[in-house]
């Protein structure tokens, strides 16, 4: 196989012991599948995510649906088709508000949930992974020396060297999933001042408002189109879109913001220039807002985590300018970084894998407006590359109530964990309200269409040497393995398991 094709090669390490879950903080209840990959194929990883895989640093997971304490269904949002919600539209407006007054909202904003991908969802990586390398930096060809040394105690859990996993990054103000309102009740006054005119509700008076305008125009003959350009869907009564919200400008800032997507793996000048900076900021968050003593948040897990990726930098002629692989997405404010946001660019979705920020910011909801922002970059990368049209947003976890706010941003779906195929969340809610675990696809004769039939088809990488799992196991005579590969094969897919190379020592 030798040539210019690159192979994914992972190690499996199956899923049957418990660990503590970071959501309702069982000891022993959270269950998932792990593998290390070595290196990936963003095709491969694509489509692993589209059967409920998630990656954390080079390690990738899937929740064990049926018996883990919460489960973890992944989320996608049609980034064409979004629109804000009026909670949404208050987090855009606050931040426009503070890049032109200057001033931070009063108070932290303690409702945003942490995300993403870093949750304590289960092991990480091994806990004596003994740096097992793959020395085939673009996989040029599958035969050069392969260095595999061997891992132990793959499922020990690793909770403790993790980012913290309290989830409260990426909430808006409310769930609408959740069916109640938090407003706060309103404060006793002295009743009505009998010499001022009553009250009006606010409807009416925007209503009578806009008719007065009306009538002004027909009268006076002015066109709605007030200035010289080309009218835009506002200036035609049309709701203002998300990027007109990001993109509106107030004179007089006091303030420079400016988004700048650097390529992590492999770590691009620009990457390798702001490293420093990107680390204090992920230092400082996670001491204050997870309460991580000084010497958790190390550099060494900052880059296992957060930095470390398995994919690497791929382009295509009908993909994206900035090509498909792991970026960090940085918010520069005035000159330093503020926030970084850790996100896949993948054949067919921007996926979101975490997001830091200085907690001098946090009453800016800077994980709802990093979550935006990324919406509205999945819409530009789209221009470019059409199937590029979903913003994953990692999972979805109805039985952990302050996960739910993942919902708000529609229209959206939930992968079935039996048939991998998509819903729409609004069909799913009712089901996950009478049970944690539940299959989506109602319909009783649908099954898994990419499951992998053959297990000898199986691809399997065996002294430097790519073959299907059929010769493997004949050159490898009483081989005990065949269990495990069929686990394996059953939760990738045929496609994938045609496709990545797995290791056998």
Request: overall charge positive; aromatic content about 10%.
């Amino acid at each position: 196989m030798a040539g210019s094709k690159s192979y994914t090669i992972v190690e499996y390490f199956g899923g049957d012991d418990g660990h503590r879950c970071g959501y309702c903080k069982n000891e022993r209840g959270n269950f998932s599948h792990g593998m290390w990959s070595h290196t990936m194929t963003v095709q491969d990883y694509q489509d692993l995510i589209d059967r409920g895989w998630r990656r954390s640093g080079k390690y990738v997971y899937k929740p064990t649906m049926n018996k883990t304490c919460c489960p973890q269904y992944t989320i996608r949002c049609h980034a064409l088709k979004f629109q804000p919600s009026k909670s949404h539209k208050k987090i855009l407006k606050k931040m426009s508000k503070f890049i032109s007054k200057g001033e931070l909202p009063k108070g932290q904003d303690h409702g945003e949930p942490m995300d993403s991908v870093c949750e304590e969802a289960g092991p990480r990586e091994p806990s004596k992974v003994c740096h097992s390398e793959v020395k085939c930096a673009a996989i040029t060809d599958i035969h050069e020396e392969l260095t595999v040394a061997a891992i132990t105690d793959v499922q020990k859990e690793v909770a403790d060297n993790l980012p913290a996993s309290s989830d409260t990054s990426r909430k808006g103000p409310a769930s609408v999933l959740d069916g109640k309102t938090t407003d706060p009740a309103p404060k006793p006054g002295m009743g009505a001042d009998p010499s001022r005119p009553p009250c009006r509700k606010a409807k009416d008076l925007r209503k009578e408002r806009r008719l007065q305008k009306g009538q002004t125009r027909q009268h006076a003959g002015v066109s709605s189109t007030v200035s010289p350009n080309p009218p835009t869907p506002t200036q035609n009564n049309q709701p203002k879109t998300l990027e007109d919200f990001i993109n509106e400008s107030l004179p007089d800032n006091c303030h420079c913001l400016e988004v700048r997507l650097v390529r992590s793996n492999p770590p691009s000048p620009q990457f390798k220039a702001s490293f420093d900076a990107s680390y204090q900021v992920y230092k400082l968050y996670q001491m204050a807002i997870h309460k991580d003593p000084p010497d958790k948040p190390s550099e060494s897990q900052f880059r296992r985590f957060l930095c470390d990726s398995p994919l690497e930098a791929e382009y295509s002629p009908d993909g994206p300018e900035v090509g498909y692989g792991s970026f960090h997405q940085q918010y520069w404010l005035d000159g330093r970084i503020v926030a970084v946001g850790v996100v896949d660019i993948l054949p067919t979705c921007v996926s979101s894998v975490y997001l830091y920020y200085h907690p001098d910011f946090a009453s800016l909801s800077l994980g709802s407006y990093s979550a935006l922002r990324e919406i509205a970059f999945t819409r530009q990368l789209q221009k470019q590359s059409p199937k590029l049209s979903y913003y994953y947003l990692g999972f979805y976890i109805h039985s952990c109530p302050k996960m739910r706010y993942k919902g708000q941003y529609q229209p959206s779906d939930l992968l079935c964990p039996e048939t991998y195929v998509w819903v729409p969340i609004e069909r799913c809610v009712p089901q996950l309200e009478n049970s944690r675990y539940a299959r989506l696809n109602q319909d009783p004769d649908a099954g898994d269409a990419r499951v992998l039939k053959d297990v000898g088809r199986a691809l399997v990488l065996y002294r430097r040497t790519v073959m299907a799992y059929a010769a493997y196991s004949r050159k490898r005579k009483g081989s005990s393995d065949e269990t495990e590969v069929q686990q394996y094969g059953r939760l990738v897919g045929q496609d994938c398991a045609e496709r990545i190379l797995l290791y056998r020592a």
